[in-house]
């Protein structure tokens, strides 16, 4: 059964920093590159941040890249997401996601995700980021 959990969300000043997690169970973490997804109130999900199964590559959306740094640990099955320099419209829940062996195309990625895609899987519950302005 696979079981996929985020934490570390909190509420933070603007100009703050966070660092959430993403922990998986149940499947072969080191197989698949994963993803941080988010979604405000009244909006869509988007796409944050890719990291490949090897951590050999990653990508960020415009929107956060120079502020968020994705990173793994495949030997503790945990992907995180630090957050630096945050910004009220980072406000989110904060998801995390399995997007298959390697991260989408570069194209895709700057368009959308494709999502909802079912490629997609291992969805936690998220984990709440607030930022105060």
């Known amino acids: 059964q696979v079981q996929v959990v985020e934490s570390g969300g909190g509420l933070v000043q603007a100009g703050g920093s966070l660092r959430v997690s993403c922990q998986a169970s149940?499947?072969?973490?080191?197989?698949?590159?994963w993803a941080w997804f988010r979604q405000a109130p009244g909006k869509e999900r988007e796409g944050v941040s890719c990291?490949?199964?090897?951590?050999?590559?990653?990508y960020y959306a415009d929107s956060v890249k120079g502020r968020f740094t994705t990173s793994r640990d495949n030997a503790k099955n945990t992907l995180y997401l630090d957050m630096d320099n945050l910004k009220p419209e980072d406000t989110a829940m904060y998801y995390c996601a399995a997007v298959g062996r390697v991260c989408p195309r570069m194209q895709t990625m700057q368009t959308g995700w494709g999502l909802p895609n079912p490629k997609y899987h291992s969805w936690g519950q998220g984990t709440q980021v607030t930022v105060s302005s």
């Open positions: 990291i490949s199964w090897s951590a050999g590559s990653t």
């Open positions: 149940g499947l072969t973490f080191n197989d698949y590159s």
